[in-house]
């Protein structure tokens, strides 16, 4: 197999800045394409992993799992895309693609482990994945998506992490018209949260401790906000069918619980470092389900990118260069962002 030589951004530890490295890909292979990236958004979990707040980083890591760029090189037996498309990869470029999950276009429960996009082994060319913050990539077309020309390509580069995470799960329980749907945080994943349940048909309540965010999530969308630190906001607020926790950080898990009405659901999506705790009666008290998310396969990828385009949803960015890009992580780790840094991966030649 033929390699190629590009240029990249990532770290050599937990503790280094990042910076500019020489990386390899893979030549395009039959069903490979090969797409020029435009712009890369930053996630939380690409700061967990630069960090290695999750164990098992392999150094050098080039974080990016929100991809969106053109192709420039397609293999002789691709038969979704063409040169010149507006393409977009995700967290996941490879699974078994035998399970049932992945013949489901679940590949995110893949039986067998799906490859991330970054900083996994790949078991079929060999060698740890390298993500988005880089000149280019080359993904199998099963695992790479057609970006809707309508969207704006910076903005919409969130879509394929954060937007993907929040819709999957509105979607699988049901978010639409003459439902109560509640919003836990109001960041990266929370702001599109908003967007896409109002967009939905949903009736919208956010829960945020500041009020400053209170007052933006209303023009985000929101039809009602409340103050989870008021006592009498919190306890006269409707009841809600489902209530998606977008935080990361510890927080009490119970209280959200009893606004929930019979049947409801509280759906984690934010992935706190330390464990959260439930009241049994919190949940047998009115047969009540606290559940999780995980992202959502490639099919499904596609289908909020096509949503998105359809109700002109794009994410809140801040556009960066590449050599703002450890001022960005700098700020990310103290939640300083509206809502989501993208960078113009332009700046990285």
Not at 116 to 128: L, Q, T
Not at 264 to 274: A, I, K, R, T
Request: one cysteine or more.
């Amino acid at each position: 197999m033929s390699t190629t030589n590009i240029n990249a951004y990532g770290a050599e530890s937990a503790i280094a800045p990042l910076q500019n490295l020489n990386i390899t890909r893979r030549t395009p292979t039959p069903h490979d394409v090969q797409i020029e990236i435009l712009y890369c958004g930053i996630c939380h979990s690409d700061l967990h992993a630069v960090h290695n707040d999750w164990g098992g980083t392999v150094y050098p890591i080039v974080p990016g799992h929100e991809i969106v760029g053109r192709v420039t090189k397609v293999g002789d037996h691709v038969t979704k895309f063409k040169v010149g498309d507006l393409a977009g990869v995700g967290c996941i470029v490879d699974s078994c693609r035998e399970c049932d999950h992945c013949h489901d276009g679940n590949e995110q429960f893949c039986d067998n482990g799906w490859t991330v996009v970054f900083n996994a082994p790949d078991r079929k060319h060999g060698g740890i994945t390298y993500g988005g913050f880089s000149e280019s990539i080359v993904v199998d077309e099963n695992y790479v998506v057609h970006v809707p020309e309508t969207l704006d390509l910076s903005s919409a580069a969130p879509i394929l992490c954060a937007g993907i995470t929040v819709y999957s799960p509105l979607k699988h329980w049901g978010a639409g018209e003459g439902k109560n749907i509640g919003i836990i945080g109001i960041g990266g994943l929370g702001h599109l949260a908003i967007k896409i349940a109002k967009a939905m048909g949903a009736f919208v309540t956010v829960f945020t401790t500041n009020q400053a965010k209170a007052d933006d999530a209303k023009r985000l969308g929101a039809d009602a906000v409340v103050l989870s630190t008021d006592a009498e906001q919190m306890k006269n607020c409707p009841k809600q069918n489902m209530i998606l926790d977008t935080v990361s950080a510890k927080h009490d898990v119970n209280t959200y619980l009893n606004l929930l009405k019979v049947d409801g659901s509280l759906v984690m999506v934010g992935l706190p470092n330390q464990p959260l705790e439930i009241g049994a009666f919190n949940v047998v008290n009115g047969r009540k389900s606290f559940s999780g998310s995980n992202i959502g396969g490639i099919a499904e990828t596609q289908e909020v990118l096509d949503f998105c385009a359809a109700h002109g949803i794009t994410a809140d960015i801040e556009l960066i260069t590449i050599a703002q890009i450890n001022e960005a992580f700098t700020r990310l780790e103290k939640g300083d962002v509206h809502y989501r840094f993208v960078i113009d991966m332009a700046s990285l030649k």
